[in-house]
């Protein structure tokens, strides 16, 4: 079997990402990165034979390295994105793909100048069960036709944005690094593009932290179909971390609980909802990486494509522009990739 060499950047998270790629029997973790002296240590002690590199510029030039997996602070991957494309490598990202305007036309072209290489990034939700047994419902027809969704992503974890490194980069977004899992999954279960979005934002949990940016952001999107919803991301909320989501469509409803789902196909008040116990979030952070894996190796396309990943990061760029600018603001379209087969 063809073996593919994997360098990993970023050993918090990153570390799911090994446990992933360790799962494709053709996936090799070759190389390692972190720029936390400790993190480096405690790489070479529990992963014996694999590289350690204290910077990420080494990693992506590692000849060994033919995939490149980004779970380093949000600022730092654009760098590393455009370089991995530079030379050559395939890209497995934590999400944003980017954080600015200008950086994603860049990586969009740098990835239109080079069609074989693969790009996905770690849009989770997907792969939870609760959601992709809505998914099989609604394209199924048992909703008739959806009209309105709601999705909030609801981080119940101020902490990590008042003391942790969210709050010391030169910008943060919860748009990008919360709502952006939302703005994905509401594309995916309507099968419908977003064209335009309306945005408000605050810092109000955050006031008398260092965090310096909207905790709090809430927009309206129009999809392609006519349908209309919102998403929020709320960081600063007094409750444990959790999806928020509500499908409405003209046969029937759903509302996502921490515990349950229920499914109204009916509006009669005598007629209880059906409760749905499939499993949620249900998912790893690895889940998505075996079948990027098979992808790179030409077996088909991965669950979350590149422009799957452009599409949802132009979502999220147009929300932070509506929030800036106080108007409806159109989001750019996102053709589908030609994809070149892989040797």
């Known amino acids: 079997m063809t073996r593919v060499g994997v360098g990993i950047i970023g050993l918090g998270v990153g570390e799911r990402h090994i446990a992933g790629f360790r799962r494709h029997p053709a996936a090799e973790v070759v190389a390692l990165c972190d720029i936390d002296p400790a993190k480096q240590a405690m790489a070479r002690a529990r992963y ?58 860049e990586l969009r072209r740098l990835h239109a100048a080079r069609p074989g290489l693969r790009i996905s990034s770690n849009l989770i939700l997907r792969r939870a069960p609760r959601f992709v047994d809505l998914r099989e419902r609604i394209r199924g027809g048992r909703f008739g036709q959806v009209y309105y969704v709601e999705g909030d992503y609801d981080y119940g974890r101020l902490h990590k944005i008042a003391e942790g490194w969210r709050g010391t980069i030169p910008f943060y977004s919860v748009v990008h690094g919360g709502a952006i899992h939302l703005v994905d999954l509401l594309t995916w279960l309507t099968g419908s593009r977003i064209v335009e979005v309306e945005a408000v934002g605050n810092r109000i949990c955050a006031e008398g932290t260092k965090f310096r940016y909207n905790d709090l952001v809430v927009a309206l999107l129009r999809f392609e179909s006519g349908a209309v919803g919102k998403v929020s991301a709320n960081f600063g909320c007094v409750r444990p971390h959790f999806h928020r989501l509500s499908v409405y469509g003209t046969d029937a409803t759903f509302e996502n609980r921490p515990d349950h789902a229920l499914l109204w196909t009916s509006r009669d008040p005598a007629v209880a909802p059906e409760r749905l116990d499939t499993a949620y979030p249900g998912a790893d952070k690895g889940d998505l990486i075996p079948g990027f894996v098979d992808a790179v190796l030409g077996r088909g396309a991965a669950e979350v494509e590149a422009e799957d990943v452009f599409a949802s990061m132009a979502v999220c760029l147009a929300i932070e522009r509506a929030v800036r600018e106080h108007r409806a603001v159109p989001v750019e379209t996102i053709p589908a990739a030609a994809h070149v087969p892989a040797p």
């Open 48 to 105: 014996p034979g694999v590289r350690v590199h204290a910077e990420a510029e080494a990693l992506i030039d590692d000849p060994d390295v033919a995939i490149v997996s980004v779970a380093s602070y949000d600022d730092a991957h654009f760098a590393q994105v455009a370089r991995a494309l530079e030379r050559g490598k395939h890209v497995f990202v934590e999400k944003p793909i980017c954080l600015h305007d200008d950086e994603f036309r």
